[in-house]
């Protein structure tokens, strides 16, 4: 099980800040028959319901958790500290959702990050000065007197290496908002279906015709290792590791490995409050985002239920989806099921074997979910305070907001932290990306304190074959506290509480399989027509009426919203065609 562990400071804390919230059902009755079932009341399935709803459909969404939100999720671990237990940044959540679905009004805050990076060094600092510290953000000067403290050459280049990222992620967004290619209506039937089917090559063409003479750039960056890309344009190691965090964040895969480039490129591509590439806090965490997603569903008519377990996906005599039975024997009917589990949980655990192809579940059990992560969540009763950039008074400066990066000096760093995890092992100098939302949203913490979340790479599912132990899971919180104690002195005294959530904790909690943030690699042949699978990219399954709507469809995890938006709207074009 994971470890949450406080400590003598924090048991004495917990004793006067009280104990720990739950988020409950609403009062309405679950009701026998609905239109639409969508198991998960994670962001994507939240999405799905509150569409098919404005479509017609009475839909019900069905949360096996205590809490909505899936991965997007606030809990308050230790009393007083909420944290984002799971996914804590907000980036791409689509803008025609965020506008269709009126989140402001329903109650989503962000609190918006600039600078939004920060890399801190382990040297010695001349003359006395502070070690060195690479920080970056939306200001084009700053960044270029940043990067001029380790290569001028650099600084004059980033300008134009933004201006090419930009490009070619803003040519990405009309693949994002649409379902993938027909590839079979194209193909075959009637002309009536082919031209019908057609219109699905819309975006790829608008994608194309943005690109213009940039496609061969576009095809390098999907399928290069980033550090060939980099390796062109800069010649400094903190920013072309720093860059490069960017491109294996959440995915067991190396600078150096053909691929890495891609997701670099899924990382740029976010927008928020009309801002392009911004990255921010939700207020109250990141359970704010599904809560405002879940109070528009409701306000259109969506029954929302927590606590409601799916045991099986009810497949009627003629092989078409029914319905489901929960954990507790009710049995719940409708038209149509969505399913915001993986594609391993919805197949694998879910649905009945005899109604699938052996060649399908085969299929399906390969679908790679391999996962570097263990997420740690820390509540500390003082700011860190890095030997880089000291700040008197506990008084939180600008790099505090960032996404910091340690152990990220060097690229050789990262690559010796991925190469012990594939043999096994968790690194010994792990890549820790750490966030400390509290420097912005003063609701996760009590006065003086702060919640930091310690996103670390690189971890194995299993430790050399074995399963991880509660003295593997505090080991590898130890190492990790080690080397932040390295960057910011104190640190570890600080600590009232830790939650550690190696890979297999993030499935058991969150229904990750693998522990995977995205719901499956997000890797060539795992992505656009292949997500999750050739035969599963259009949102269908082999199961009439039972549909994918998560995070392991296109266009794969992160981009918050869309896999929902896509598999509603599927679902709505083949009831009105029945």
Same mark, same amino acid.
């Given at each position: 099980?994971?470890?949450?562990?406080?400590?003598?400071?924090?048991?004495?804390?917990?004793?006067?800040?009280?104990?720990?919230?739950?988020?409950?059902?609403?009062?309405?009755?679950?009701?026998?028959?609905?239109?639409?079932?969508?198991?998960?009341?994670?962001?994507?399935?939240?999405?799905?319901?509150?569409?098919?709803?404005?479509?017609?459909?009475?839909?019900?969404?069905?949360?096996?958790?205590?809490?909505?939100?899936?991965?997007?999720?606030?809990?308050?671990?230790?009393?007083?500290?909420?944290?984002?237990?799971?996914?804590?940044?907000?980036?791409?959540?689509?803008?025609?959702?965020?506008?269709?679905?009126?989140?402001?009004?329903?109650?989503?805050?962000?609190?918006?990050?600039?600078?939004?990076?920060?890399?801190?060094?382990?040297?010695?600092?001349?003359?006395?000065?502070?070690?060195?510290?690479?920080?970056?953000?939306?200001?084009?000067?700053?960044?270029?007197?940043?990067?001029?403290?380790?290569?001028?050459?650099?600084?004059?280049?980033?300008?134009?290496?933004?201006?090419?990222?930009?490009?070619?992620?803003?040519?990405?967004?009309?693949?994002?908002?649409?379902?993938?290619?027909?590839?079979?209506?194209?193909?075959?039937?009637?002309?009536?279906?082919?031209?019908?089917?057609?219109?699905?090559?819309?975006?790829?063409?608008?994608?194309?015709?943005?690109?213009?003479?940039?496609?061969?750039?576009?095809?390098?960056?999907?399928?290069?290792?980033?550090?060939?890309?980099?390796?062109?344009?800069?010649?400094?190691?903190?920013?072309?590791?720093?860059?490069?965090?960017?491109?294996?964040?959440?995915?067991?895969?190396?600078?150096?490995?053909?691929?890495?480039?891609?997701?670099?490129?899924?990382?740029?591509?976010?927008?928020?409050?009309?801002?392009?590439?911004?990255?921010?806090?939700?207020?109250?965490?990141?359970?704010?985002?599904?809560?405002?997603?879940?109070?528009?569903?409701?306000?259109?008519?969506?029954?929302?239920?927590?606590?409601?377990?799916?045991?099986?996906?009810?497949?009627?005599?003629?092989?078409?989806?029914?319905?489901?039975?929960?954990?507790?024997?009710?049995?719940?009917?409708?038209?149509? +099921?969505?399913?915001?589990? /993986?594609? =391993?949980?919805?197949?694998? *655990?879910?649905? $009945?074997? %005899?109604?699938?192809?052996? !060649?399908?579940?085969?299929?399906?059990?390969?679908?790679?979910?391999?996962?570097?992560?263990?997420?740690?969540?820390?509540?500390?009763?003082?700011?860190?305070?890095?030997?880089?950039?000291?700040?008197?008074?506990?008084?939180?400066?600008?790099?505090?907001?960032?996404?910091?990066?340690?152990?990220?000096?060097? +690229?050789?760093?990262?690559? /010796?932290? =991925?190469?012990?995890?594939? *043999?096994?092992? $968790?690194? %010994?100098?792990?890549?820790? !990306?750490?966030?400390?939302?509290?420097?912005?949203?003063?609701?996760?913490?009590?006065?003086?304190?702060?919640?930091?979340?310690?996103?670390?790479?690189?971890?194995?599912?299993?430790?050399?074959?074995?399963?991880?132990?509660?003295?593997?899971?505090?080991?590898?919180?130890?190492?990790?506290?080690?080397?932040?104690?390295?960057?910011?002195?104190?640190?570890?005294?600080?600590?009232?509480?830790?939650?550690?959530? %190696?890979?297999?904790?993030? !499935?058991?909690?969150?229904?990750?399989?693998?522990?995977?943030?995205?719901?499956?690699?997000?890797?060539?042949?795992?992505?656009?027509?292949?997500?999750?699978?050739?035969?599963?990219?259009?949102?269908?399954?082999?199961?009439?009426?039972?549909?994918?709507?998560?995070?392991?469809?296109?266009?794969?995890?992160?981009?918050?919203?869309?896999?929902?938006?896509?598999?509603?709207?599927?679902?709505?074009?083949?009831?009105?065609?029945?």
């Amino acid at each position: 099980m994971a470890a949450a562990v406080w400590t003598d400071r924090g048991r004495r804390a917990a004793a006067v800040l009280g104990t720990v919230t739950r988020s409950t059902s609403s009062h309405t009755a679950l009701k026998p028959q609905y239109d639409a079932l969508v198991i998960g009341g994670g962001h994507n399935g939240l999405v799905a319901a509150a569409y098919l709803q404005k479509g017609g459909l009475k839909t019900a969404v069905l949360e096996r958790r205590h809490v909505l939100g899936g991965a997007a999720v606030t809990e308050e671990i230790f009393p007083g500290f909420r944290f984002s237990r799971c996914s804590y940044l907000l980036s791409l959540l689509r803008p025609h959702i965020y506008a269709d679905l009126e989140l402001k009004k329903h109650g989503l805050k962000v609190y918006m990050r600039d600078p939004h990076a920060y890399t801190p060094m382990l040297e010695e600092g001349v003359g006395g000065a502070p070690p060195r510290s690479l920080t970056l953000g939306a200001d084009l000067a700053m960044n270029q007197m940043e990067i001029g403290k380790f290569s001028q050459k650099d600084a004059q280049a980033f300008s134009e290496f933004i201006a090419y990222l930009d490009k070619l992620a803003g040519a990405i967004h009309p693949l994002l908002d649409a379902p993938p290619i027909d590839i079979p209506g194209v193909t075959a039937g009637s002309l009536r279906k082919r031209l019908a089917a057609a219109k699905t090559l819309r975006p790829i063409i608008k994608c194309g015709l943005k690109l213009g003479r940039n496609i061969p750039d576009f095809y390098e960056i999907v399928t290069a290792p980033i550090m060939k890309i980099l390796n062109r344009w800069f010649e400094s190691e903190p920013l072309r590791a720093t860059l490069a965090t960017d491109a294996v964040i959440g995915a067991m895969t190396s600078p150096s490995n053909p691929g890495s480039g891609y997701v670099l490129l899924h990382h740029v591509m976010g927008e928020l409050e009309k801002e392009k590439g911004a990255w921010g806090y939700v207020e109250g965490g990141m359970g704010g985002v599904s809560q405002a997603i879940a109070s528009s569903a409701r306000s259109r008519g969506v029954d929302i239920f927590t606590e409601k377990d799916v045991e099986q996906v009810l497949v009627d005599s003629d092989g078409a989806a029914k319905g489901v039975v929960l954990k507790d024997g009710t049995e719940i009917h409708s038209k149509v +099921v969505l399913s915001n589990a /993986t594609p =391993y949980v919805t197949f694998k *655990n879910l649905t $009945p074997q %005899a109604a699938l192809s052996p !060649e399908f579940l085969k299929a399906v059990d390969q679908i790679d979910y391999t996962s570097p992560v263990t997420k740690i969540n820390v509540a500390v009763d003082k700011l860190p305070n890095f030997l880089a950039s000291p700040t008197p008074d506990d008084k939180p400066g600008p790099h505090h907001q960032c996404s910091i990066h340690l152990n990220c000096e060097s +690229v050789e760093v990262l690559e /010796t932290a =991925y190469k012990e995890a594939m *043999n096994g092992r $968790p690194s %010994a100098r792990p890549m820790l !990306e750490m966030t400390i939302p509290s420097t912005l949203d003063p609701t996760l913490a009590p006065p003086g304190c702060h919640v930091v979340s310690l996103f670390t790479q690189f971890t194995p599912y299993h430790i050399e074959g074995r399963e991880w132990t509660n003295q593997d899971r505090e080991a590898f919180a130890d190492t990790a506290f080690d080397w932040v104690e390295q960057y910011a002195p104190g640190f570890k005294k600080s600590v009232v509480g830790r939650d550690i959530l %190696a890979p297999p904790d993030l !499935e058991r909690i969150f229904g990750l399989t693998g522990g995977n943030i995205f719901h499956g690699s997000m890797s060539l042949d795992q992505l656009y027509l292949a997500r999750p699978l050739p035969s599963l990219s259009d949102y269908r399954s082999p199961i009439k009426g039972l549909y994918l709507c998560g995070s392991g469809c296109h266009p794969g995890g992160g981009v918050m919203g869309s896999p929902g938006w896509n598999a509603a709207l599927t679902v709505m074009a083949d009831l009105k065609r029945r």
